[in-house]
């Protein structure tokens, strides 16, 4: 099994400041297969970010994601208030799939 | 549009069953592998399942390996899963995903396991 590593666990930073969230897997994620999600409470994910760089459908820009292998970022470039949740990043190439444990966002 | 919608979630006592469905809408539901994935209250999301287009491969968390089973009507467009001898850890949104092509999940039901 794959295990995630986000890193940090808790961020407090301010609207309009640039953002860098790590994500490390035990193992290469096969073909990139590496998502990042948003979460705010009582909702469910949103996916931000597939095959480790590719912005999902009505995704602004200043989400961006990058990196291979075993590590892998999402960044983004200047926070606006709406932005400020939990963000989950998950390996979907080798089963079971597995899911970071999070890193929150604050204000 | 892609759309899942997931149903089927209530208050359940420890040790009882209950079935979740997941009708799935706007493309070819028979073509793709699909997967259940649960999140406890205040917790991170976590796999659960996953099954094959055609319903023959399936496969489990260790968690729930020997009181779950994951099924699929594909006349019906519809995927499953059946939860038996429930437990309070298994109290969670449990969400319908498909994982291949665009990444789609349903907006989930929440299942608890109290008495």
């Known amino acids: 099994e794959i295990v995630l590593t986000q890193s940090p666990g808790t961020l407090s930073l301010s609207p309009g400041e640039r953002v860098t969230l790590s994500c490390r897997a035990s193992q290469t994620v096969t073909g990139s297969y590496l998502a990042w999600y948003q979460q705010k409470l009582g909702q469910a994910p949103r996916l931000l970010i597939s095959g480790a760089s590719s912005r999902a459908t009505g995704i602004p820009d200043r989400f961006s994601g990058s990196g291979s292998g075993t590590d892998f970022t999402l960044t983004i470039s200047r926070l606006e208030p709406e932005d400020f949740a939990v963000y989950y990043c998950?390996?979907?190439?080798?089963?079971?799939?597995?899911f970071g444990p999070g890193t929150k966002v604050d204000i | 549009e892609v759309q899942l919608v997931e149903s089927g979630g209530g208050l359940i006592q420890p040790g009882g069953s209950l079935r979740l469905s997941c009708a799935a809408s706007g493309f070819t539901f028979s073509s793709y592998w699909m997967h259940w994935v649960r999140q406890a209250p205040g917790k991170g999301p976590v796999w659960v399942s996953r099954?094959?287009?055609?319903?023959?491969?399936?496969s489990y968390a260790d968690s729930v390996t020997g009181r779950f089973t994951i099924s699929r009507d594909n006349a019906k467009n519809t995927l499953y899963l059946q939860m038996n001898s429930l437990r309070a850890e298994d109290t969670a949104v449990y969400y319908c995903v498909r994982f291949s092509g665009i990444i789609t999940w349903g907006q989930g039901t929440l299942v608890t396991v109290s008495s």
């Open positions: 099954i094959n287009s055609d319903g023959s491969i399936t």
């Open positions: 998950q390996q979907y190439g080798s089963s079971p799939f597995t």
